[in-house]
């Protein structure tokens, strides 16, 4: 049984840091590509970022670019978002989604996505 597990979220001031992870387990490869989505109140949710399977490949939202950092290590079977110089408008439920393998590319919407994991929560406030 696949299952996608999130950590990290918390509160932050704005101009703080968080590292999200995103912990794999179930799949019989880790020939998946994984991205992240965040929802904040409100809205609907949106594509942040993306890694193709062998990392070689990312994709970044334009609002996030150049702050935030997606990794993986496919040996720990983890997937990692660093987010730096955060907002209060980057506020919201951050998930980890991924595609079947084989499913290599990198792609950030919400239908290309397979299985999903139940979110954390981030908010940047003072």
């Known amino acids: 049984q696949v299952q996608l597990v999130e950590s990290g979220g918390g509160l932050v001031q704005p101009g703080g840091s968080l590292r999200l992870s995103c912990a794999a387990s179930?799949?019989?490869?880790?020939?998946?590509?994984v991205a992240w989505f965040r929802q904040a109140p409100g809205k609907e949710r949106e594509g942040v970022s993306c890694?193709?399977?062998?990392?070689?490949?990312?994709n970044y939202q334009d609002s996030v670019k150049g702050r935030f950092t997606i990794s993986r290590d496919n040996a720990k079977n983890l997937v990692y978002l660093q987010m730096n110089s955060l907002k209060p408008e980057d506020t919201g439920s951050y998930y980890c989604?991924?595609?079947?393998?084989?499913?290599?590319?990198?792609?950030?919407?919400?239908?290309?996505?397979?299985?999903w994991g139940k979110g954390t929560l981030v908010t940047v406030s003072s």
């Open positions: 890694i193709s399977a062998t990392g070689g490949t990312t």
């Open positions: 989604a991924a595609r079947e393998p084989t499913r290599t590319t990198c792609l950030m919407w919400a239908d290309a996505m397979d299985y």
């Open positions: 179930g799949f019989t490869s880790t020939q998946h590509a």
